[in-house]
């Protein structure tokens, strides 16, 4: 119910002006929940787990017997070369009864089937939940775009408004005749830099957010008009306790879904070689068949046209050209295949934890020290300006300063947004952007 009403509410969104009040406060969490219910994806991954539920029903079927309903009417012609006519014999024949037949043995492959179709289920949550991890980052990524993409439009608004007031203050003292036209010139071409910075950050974040809705299931025009993204919190963001190494890479071993399918492909081999192994084994059924059968008419006759017949049929092949050893060596092959993959995976996946944790922990110390250098470059533009006013410094030196400022705002922003990236990647690493959402206290 949710859902649909935050739906319409987007929908409504795109039919009228809103401003900037109106704005929907969507958090990368509600985001998140959007994506999963939304995203076609994971439809598909659902629908995968349900085939593989069939499947495993139709394995566990095999160690019922199997009951049919017969009936057959028969013409039979009977030509026999003794008689000088050489006339027919034509006999109807109707028959009607049940059959049942039981697989009793069967060298175990009834089990090995069940157990490969009870991986392949376990197999299809696994993909299922490797298509959240990624779709879940995917979603964050481009979330923190679109912000990354809105603070670079704020600081160009604030580097042209800067220059705007510039602008004003030149113009009124050209008036006084204590400032030059070319003054005037220079701020006005500082505001329509920072004009252009802000067009190109503008196009950035609308296409971010285009991205955005994509993944989100949110298809219309204008979808940067009604929504407004709310950062994480900044102290996690720069403070956060991420825990010990060696914890996650524990983590990610036990609950990386590409990892889980790597460990499954090896069952799936054992059993499949398991499953090889029993060709060599007889099959033992037992049959049960119970009919009435008449000639010339459908109206049995309970004692004279019924019959019964049951036993114990088995079957073992002796020779096949050696099929059964070629399969074997087969499943053997492949079985060393599934541990060789599963190895490299298990290589991977530490590879990427161990580097995820090193970009955090780096993308933390630079955006700490951007913080210092952005309120240096504050200080110092602050400064510059005093002393422009004050006829101590010159145009270019303030136009250097402000240049400055903008500079180190856009890599403090960039540093920020990475720590952002930093983090998702980790969790996406060791799996743990599959666990829920912290309650909020």
């Excluded at 060298?107 to 298509?131: Q, V």
């Excluded at 530490?350 to 955090?360: G, K, L, M, N, P």
């Excluded at 602050?382 to 006829?391: A, Q, S």
Aim: negative net charge.
């Amino acid at each position: 119910m949710k859902k649909n009403l935050f739906l319409l509410v987007l929908v409504f969104c795109a039919l009228v002006s809103v401003s900037a009040a109106e704005k929907i406060q969507l958090t990368l969490e509600k985001a998140r929940q959007i994506a999963l219910e939304q995203n076609p994806t994971l439809a598909i991954a659902r629908a995968n787990m349900a085939a593989a539920e069939a499947a495993i029903q139709q394995a566990e079927a095999a160690y019922y017997p199997s009951i049919d309903a017969t009936g057959s009417l028969t013409r039979l012609r009977d030509y026999p070369t003794a008689r000088p006519n050489r006339d027919f014999d034509n006999t109807t024949q109707y028959r009607a009864g049940l059959s049942a037949a039981w697989l009793v043995f069967d060298g175990g492959a009834r089990h090995f089937r069940l157990s490969t179709a009870e991986i392949a289920g376990e197999t299809a949550i696994a993909e299922c939940d490797e298509a959240r991890r990624q779709l879940l980052q995917q979603v964050a990524n481009a979330f923190y775009l679109v912000l990354q993409s809105q603070n670079s439009m704020e600081i160009a608004l604030q580097d042209a408004e800067f220059n705007r007031q510039l602008e004003s203050d030149a113009k009124k003292r050209q008036e006084l005749g204590t400032s030059k036209l070319s003054e005037v010139l220079n701020f006005q071409y500082q505001v329509g830099s920072a004009e252009v910075n802000f067009i190109q950050a503008q196009r950035t974040w609308r296409n971010a957010c285009v991205a955005l809705g994509q993944l989100l299931v949110i298809q219309q025009d204008s979808i940067w008009d009604c929504i407004e993204l709310v950062p994480p919190e900044t102290d996690f963001v720069e403070k956060g306790n991420l825990g010990a190494l060696e914890t996650m890479l524990a983590y990610a071993r036990e609950h990386r879904p590409d990892l889980i399918n790597a460990k499954n492909a090896v069952r799936s081999a054992e059993a499949a070689l398991a499953l090889t192994k029993t060709e060599w084994w007889p099959q033992i059924s037992a049959f049960y068949d119970f009919y009435f059968q008449r000639n010339h008419q459908a109206h049995f006759n309970r004692h004279h046209d019924r019959g019964i017949s049951f036993g114990v049929q088995a079957t073992w092949n002796l020779f096949s050209g050696f099929t059964t050893e070629a399969n074997i060596e087969a499943a053997k092959a492949r079985l060393a295949a599934a541990e060789k993959t599963l190895t490299s995976m298990e290589l991977e996946v530490d590879a990427r934890v161990r580097e995820a944790f090193i970009v955090v922990d780096g993308s933390r110390r630079q955006l700490e020290k951007q913080n210092e250098l952005l309120e240096i470059a504050t200080r110092i533009r602050d400064l510059v300006k005093e002393e422009y006013d004050g006829g101590t410094a010159t145009i270019t030196r303030l136009n250097e300063a402000q240049t400055d400022l903008t500079n180190t705002a856009l890599a403090r922003s960039n540093a920020y947004v990475q720590v952002l990236l930093s983090l998702e990647a980790l969790g996406a690493a060791t799996a743990k952007n599959l666990e829920p959402p912290a309650p909020a206290e």
